[in-house]
């Protein structure tokens, strides 16, 4: 986590606009891998939008 926020730190300094995207929610455990990319939102000040598959699928 120090090593992502150092290096978004970096280009935040030098980028009017950093756009971040995060894990694709296929790795073993979703639920982690959702956890991680809203501690990283969290720390990097973000606002988070989940976009998942919606085709297809009831609501």
Same mark, same amino acid.
């Given at each position: 986590?120090q /090593?992502?926020? @150092? *290096?978004?730190?970096? /280009?935040?300094? *030098? %980028? +009017?606009?950093? /756009? %971040? ?5 296929? &790795?073993?455990?979703?639920s /982690?891998e =959702? +956890? ?5 939102? @969290? @720390? =990097? &000040? %973000? ?5 998942? *598959? &919606? ?5």
């Amino acid at each position: 986590m120090q /090593l992502i926020l @150092n *290096k978004y730190m970096l /280009l935040d300094q *030098k %980028c +009017d606009i950093v /756009l %971040c995207a995060g894990a694709d929610y296929d &790795g073993l455990v979703p639920s /982690l891998e =959702f +956890d991680f990319n809203a501690d990283v939102a @969290n @720390n =990097f &000040g %973000c606002t988070s939008a989940v976009v998942v *598959k &919606g085709f297809e699928r009831s609501l």
